[in-house]
């Protein structure tokens, strides 16, 4: 078992940044990729980014590549998600999620998944 909590989303102007992080505890963080998702009102959860298991790869939507950064520190059992350059559209709640199957795009290949945090774009 594997708990996620994310933490740092808020509201913030178009153009402004945040960053959001995803603690995990349980089993050995490192074991696992690790996947941002988001959901808008009204709309499916989508696929943001992944990174493989020391960092080696990472891979993005195409709606946030360039803007967005997703990264890890095994060590401190903690996924981040560096978000620049905020559009309204990014306005959801991003979930943090770990797993081992493919493909990485896919909700079904996550097995744990976090509470959620929300961020909030104004324009």
């Known amino acids: 078992q594997v708990q996620l909590v994310e933490s740092g989303g808020g509201l913030v102007q178009a153009g402004g940044s945040l960053r959001l992080s995803c603690v995990a505890s349980?089993?050995?963080?490192?074991?696992?990729?690790i996947g941002w998702f988001r959901q808008a009102p009204g709309k499916e959860r989508e696929f943001v980014a992944s990174i493989m298991y020391s960092g080696e790869s990472t891979y993005y939507a195409d709606s946030v590549k360039g803007r967005f950064t997703i990264s890890r520190e095994n060590a401190k059992n903690t996924g981040y998600l560096q978000m620049n350059s905020l559009k309204p559209e990014d306005t959801a709640v991003y979930y943090c999620?770990?797993?081992?199957?493919?493909?990485?795009?896919?909700?079904?290949?996550?097995?744990?998944w976090g509470q959620g945090t929300q961020v909030t774009v104004s324009s």
């Open positions: 999620a770990a797993g081992n199957a493919v493909p990485i795009i896919k909700m079904g290949s996550y097995n744990y």
């Open positions: 349980g089993q050995t963080f490192s074991r696992y990729i």
